[in-house]
């Protein structure tokens, strides 16, 4: 069982910057692929960001690409995603994800590639 935990939403304005962190206990963190992912109101939940377990392979939506990036701190068993010039757009509650596939198809962007979820951290961005 892996337990994961989001922190570091809140409300900001147009322009801001946000560091999103997720922290995963439970069984090997340096073997997950870790992902974040969002959801707004009346909406399916989207794919925002994924980094690999070797650390180095990243991968984006588009709409965030150039905006956010993903690192991992394996000795920490986290995962970061900074969001700089936030938009309206990207309000939503932000979810982060665990797949323990060590040898798969990559990018991981579908929700049913992983396993394990945290409980959301909502992120509000006003005009």
């Known amino acids: 069982q892996v337990h994961v935990v989001e922190s570091g939403g809140g409300l900001v304005h147009t322009g801001d910057s946000l560091r999103l962190s997720c922290a995963a206990s439970?069984?090997?963190?340096?073997?997950?692929?870790m992902g974040w992912f969002r959801q707004a109101p009346g909406a399916e939940r989207e794919f925002v960001a994924a980094?690999?377990?070797?650390?180095?392979?990243?991968y984006y939506t588009d709409s965030v690409k150039g905006r956010a990036t993903i690192s991992r701190d394996n000795a920490k068993n986290t995962v970061s995603l900074q969001m700089n010039s936030l938009k309206p757009e990207d309000t939503a509650v932000y979810y982060c994800a665990v797949d323990r596939t060590l040898l798969g198809p990559w990018p991981r962007t579908r929700p049913y590639h992983y396993e394990y979820w945290g409980q959301g951290t909502q992120v509000t961005v006003s005009s």
């Open positions: 439970g069984g090997t963190f340096s073997s997950y692929i």
């Open positions: 980094i690999h377990w070797n650390g180095g392979n990243t």
